[in-house]
């Protein structure tokens, strides 16, 4: 075992610093005197005293994490600390199933923002807390903020964030060290999550619900307060706020962080993701209004557009607050709300879905292919702005966006097969694997995650994981020639 005492060591590390945020929550329940506190301080106890102890079965080991063991620890990590999340979960609300308990916690950490709970008005204001901070904390990732607070770890933070994060910052470092690169990342985090906050509570949200909604929109997470998510604070102001920074969040931190650091606006006209992002939300938002206002779904025009933009921003960027129940729109706005969430969101994100470089790089792969089919002779590299794009990372790409739709059909096809009708089958495996929340059918907004049997609960909490790591990061693990000496 001692091949793997790195791992066992960071992951122990890892366990010890999630069981102390839980003292977040643990002095709000104090002070709030909300009748949670017990949960929290048992659940901080046994999350640490779990974390000390595997850290301290492999503390004495010389070696440093090799990228294989990169892969292990970030996929073990997105599976093990649901465990622990859950425990206040479990404590206060005893009636819930380890299987529900699970599937809420790795929802909060992966920021799908499906659900199982009802009445969450009725809830103590720590555990509403806690579950959105479950999102703020998942939305750049457990381990980046590990390796930004602990420089001294040595556990060689750059595979990590390589088999963590996505898209450009795989190539590219914003500074020379790792530690620098995250700890940017999370400055430029933490500064958007408390403008947002600040622009809810002055948007007309009380001070609790701008900070619980403020670490929802910025993790792109989607659990709120009420059973109405934000339709029930009907506010036209509040709806604007969020809709303004669910499209920031839909953006590369590495874009915002430069753009910070520079003090100029260069970075975002240099962004080749950022003119497709935008187009494709105007244009989504342009055509819905259009189908709608022809059918008698909203009263008018206006009505129409607002809720049409807001559920576009939402879906699109995977972030999944609601303020109407969309189901009731035509199949077609209802099928293409849950389709911009396979693609939107910018690499570098906290959003899901295949994420925009992708798809671009896809679109003009095909624009290619389609040339060379008139013009056998013409060379045409794809580029990305002015930079052609390497022939391994198209392939890279094909690779992802093949198993990307081998894996929807095959885990859709599992719960069909499990008794789910096929549109409320595939819209949870795509919802999950975006890891955007709402599905369609029986798992619209309006309604939970809960009618699900624990077979289906089980099977989208490994898509809602599956689909934050992006896939491969978990299933390179599953394969026997990672296992191999």
Request: aromatic share 12%; glycine share 8%.
């Amino acid at each position: 075992m001692a091949r793997y005492a790195p791992v066992t060591s960071a992951l122990g590390l890892i366990l010890m610093i999630f069981g102390l945020m839980m003292g977040f929550p643990l002095a709000v329940s104090f002070l709030m005197h909300d009748g949670a506190t017990t949960a929290y301080d048992e659940s901080l106890l046994i999350t640490f005293g779990v974390g000390l102890a595997t850290w301290a079965l492999a503390r004495r080991s010389g070696r440093s994490l090799r990228v294989r063991d990169g892969f292990l620890l970030v996929a073990a990590t997105w599976l093990i600390t649901p465990v622990f999340a859950m425990l206040p979960l479990l404590l206060y609300l005893p009636q819930l199933s380890i299987t529900d308990a699970y599937f809420e916690a790795a929802s909060g950490l992966t920021t799908t923002g499906a659900t199982v709970l009802s009445h969450l008005d009725q809830l103590p204001i720590s555990i509403n807390l806690w579950r959105c901070f479950l999102h703020w904390v998942g939305g750049m990732g457990v381990i980046v903020l590990v390796v930004a607070i602990l420089p001294l770890l040595g556990i060689g933070g750059r595979q990590i964030i390589k088999a963590e994060t996505p898209g450009p910052i795989k190539e590219s470092s914003l500074t020379p060290r790792i530690t620098e690169t995250a700890k940017g990342l999370w400055f430029t985090y933490v500064l958007l999550t408390v403008a947002c906050g600040v622009a809810l509570w002055i948007a007309g949200m009380d001070g609790w619900n701008a900070l619980i909604h403020a670490f929802s929109i910025m993790g792109l997470g989607g659990f709120s307060t009420t059973d109405g998510s934000l339709g029930s604070f009907r506010s036209l102001p509040i709806e604007t706020v969020t809709i303004f920074f669910a499209c920031a969040a839909g953006l590369n931190y590495a874009t915002h962080y430069l753009a910070l650091t520079r003090r100029s606006v260069a970075p975002y006209r240099r962004d080749p993701e950022l003119r497709f992002f935008f187009l494709v939300l105007g244009a989504s938002t342009l055509m819905l209004t259009m189908v709608l206002s022809s059918q008698p779904v909203h009263e008018s025009l206006p009505t129409t557009f607002r809720y049409v933009i807001f559920h576009v921003v939402s879906m699109a960027t995977s972030l999944g607050l609601s303020t109407v129940d969309y189901t009731h729109w035509p199949m077609f706005a209802q099928l293409w709300v849950l389709f911009l969430g396979s693609f939107a969101a910018c690499s570098g994100s906290t959003g899901g879905g295949i994420k925009m470089l992708r798809a671009i790089i896809l679109y003009k792969q095909l624009y290619r292919e389609v040339e060379r089919a008139l013009h056998p002779a013409a060379i045409r590299p794809v580029k990305i702005d002015t930079t052609v794009v390497p022939d391994a990372i198209l392939h890279a790409v094909l690779a992802f966006s093949f198993i990307y739709m081998v894996s929807i059909v095959v885990l859709s096809m599992i719960l069909a097969g499990s008794g789910l009708d096929l549109v409320t089958a595939f819209s949870a495996i795509v919802a999950c694997l975006n890891n955007t929340g709402p599905g369609l059918n029986a798992l619209g907004p309006a309604s939970t995650y809960a009618v699900l049997s624990d077979f289906q609960t089980w099977v989208c909490s490994f898509t809602m994981i599956l689909g934050r790591l992006e896939i491969f990061t978990l299933l390179v693990v599953f394969t026997p020639a990672f296992w191999r000496h």
